[in-house]
């Protein structure tokens, strides 16, 4: 029922790539930036996406946004805890993007920066919000969105997986239409790649992943980039 498109780049300045992101049978999508030292942020990301997958496969369907939120939960004491016995794994974390498809219905639970997007006619809607600093700052009205994009704290976050014990989860649901296009993606490509410009990528392009993970690169590539695309037929 839906068309699914994928992609992750390391980009043109890092070395690592400490994006994961997986597509789960049926019609479930994470994307995770981890952040750290040394190998850290790999290492959180990567528990991430497969703590999420084992307790889903462990659930019954429909994975609706408090399965997918408990999913999260369980991820976060499981880096916190890894982080506890290691040293060279503190302070480690990752955000967590997840939208799960059912029928008519979609669910979603997210933490952090990475975000969902639905494409619905000309209607290009980010669903989730940033859990970060910046974002903080454009609700109390003391930035405008567009400074909120070039702040030199933009990439501050005030939660991310495995970072904190207490996590609030933003998960909710809505009505899937025909022809919606979702977007999952790291802060790789909506750092480098305005609203409008990706929206067109959905619009027009054969190959949206690719097509996206291009566009962050020519803009750029400072960072790493990972896009899932599902299109709903
Ligand atoms: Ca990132």
């Not at 974002?135 to 702040?151: F, I, K, M, S």
């Not at 933009?154 to 809505?174: C, M, R, S, T, Y």
């Given at each position: 029922?839906?068309?699914?498109?994928?992609?992750t780049?390391?980009?043109?300045?890092?070395?690592?790539n400490e994006d994961s992101l997986i597509v789960i049978e049926?019609?479930t999508f994470v994307v995770a930036d981890g952040?750290?030292?040394?190998s850290a942020g790999e290492v959180a990301s990567q528990m991430l996406v497969e703590t999420v997958k084992s307790f889903l496969s462990k659930s019954?369907?429909?994975w609706?946004?408090?399965?997918l939120?408990q999913a999260v939960l369980l991820a976060n004491d499981k880096i916190l805890n890894l982080a506890?016995?290691?040293?060279?794994y503190?302070?480690m974390g990752t955000t967590a993007t997840i939208?799960?498809?059912?029928?008519?219905?979609?669910?979603?639970?997210?933490?952090?920066?990475?975000?969902?997007?639905?494409?619905?006619?000309?209607?290009?809607?980010?669903?989730?919000?940033?859990?970060?600093?910046?974002?903080?700052?454009?609700?109390?009205?003391?930035?405008?969105?567009?400074?909120?994009?070039?702040?030199?704290?933009?990439?501050?976050?005030?939660?991310?997986v495995g970072?904190?014990?207490?996590?609030?989860?933003?998960?909710?649901?809505?009505?899937?239409?025909?022809?919606?296009?979702?977007?999952?993606?790291?802060?790789?490509?909506?750092?480098?790649?305005?609203?409008?410009?990706?929206?067109?990528?959905?619009?027009?392009?054969?190959?949206?992943?690719?097509?996206?993970?291009?566009?962050?690169?020519?803009?750029?590539?400072?960072?790493?980039?990972s896009?899932?695309?599902?299109?709903?037929?």
């Amino acid at each position: 029922m839906a068309k699914v498109y994928q992609a992750t780049h390391v980009g043109k300045v890092r070395h690592n790539n400490e994006d994961s992101l997986i597509v789960i049978e049926p019609s479930t999508f994470v994307v995770a930036d981890g952040m750290g030292g040394a190998s850290a942020g790999e290492v959180a990301s990567q528990m991430l996406v497969e703590t999420v997958k084992s307790f889903l496969s462990k659930s019954p369907a429909p994975w609706d946004e408090n399965i997918l939120a408990q999913a999260v939960l369980l991820a976060n004491d499981k880096i916190l805890n890894l982080a506890r016995r290691q040293e060279e794994y503190r302070g480690m974390g990752t955000t967590a993007t997840i939208l799960s498809l059912d029928g008519e219905q979609a669910y979603f639970a997210h933490v952090g920066d990475s975000r969902l997007y639905r494409l619905r006619g000309d209607a290009f809607e980010q669903l989730t919000a940033d859990h970060s600093y910046v974002e903080t700052l454009v609700r109390r009205g003391e930035l405008t969105p567009e400074q909120a994009r070039v702040h030199p704290m933009k990439n501050v976050l005030i939660q991310a997986v495995g970072a904190i014990p207490e996590l609030f989860i933003d998960k909710d649901n809505f009505k899937v239409e025909r022809g919606d296009i979702f977007l999952l993606c790291t802060d790789g490509l909506t750092n480098m790649v305005e609203d409008a410009t990706i929206a067109e990528i959905l619009k027009t392009a054969q190959s949206p992943a690719d097509a996206l993970i291009r566009a962050a690169l020519e803009a750029g590539g400072k960072d790493n980039v990972s896009v899932i695309v599902a299109g709903v037929d």
